[in-house]
């Protein structure tokens, strides 16, 4: 069964840090390109991150470039997302997802259940 679960989430002010993990099993982690979406409230999903297999390759959307970082741990299956500087905007349920390449886009093959992360003061 795969399982992607998403942890780290929480509210924080304006400026603020969080770093996200997601914990995956039930498929060649190591073997498949990740990313990170999001949805605001009311809005539908948003590509934020993608990184290759290896994660030697990474793209992030103009929205976050520069104050978040995707990353990946393939000899612990978890995948990362380092937010800083983070705005009212960023605000939404961020979900972690395989896809069947690396792109770009809010499309994906498996997906967790999401955590929430609210920027508010």
């Known amino acids: 069964e795969v399982q992607l679960v998403e942890s780290g989430g929480g509210l924080v002010p304006p400026g603020g840090s969080l770093r996200l993990s997601c914990a995956a099993s039930?498929?060649?982690?190591?073997?498949?390109?990740m990313k990170w979406v999001r949805q605001a409230p009311g809005k539908g999903l948003e590509w934020v991150s993608s990184?290759?297999?290896?994660?030697?390759?990474?793209s992030d959307a103009d929205s976050v470039k520069g104050r978040f970082t995707i990353s990946r741990d393939n000899t612990k299956n978890t995948l990362y997302l380092q937010l800083n500087a983070l705005k009212p905007e960023d605000t939404g349920t961020y979900y972690c997802?395989?896809?069947?390449?690396?792109?770009?886009?809010?499309?994906?093959?498996?997906r967790g259940q999401g955590t929430q992360v609210t920027v508010s003061s």
């Open positions: 997802a395989a896809s069947n390449g690396f792109d770009t886009q809010p499309t994906y093959t498996y």
């Open positions: 039930g498929f060649a982690f190591s073997e498949s390109a």
């Open positions: 990184i290759y297999s290896n994660g030697r390759m990474t």
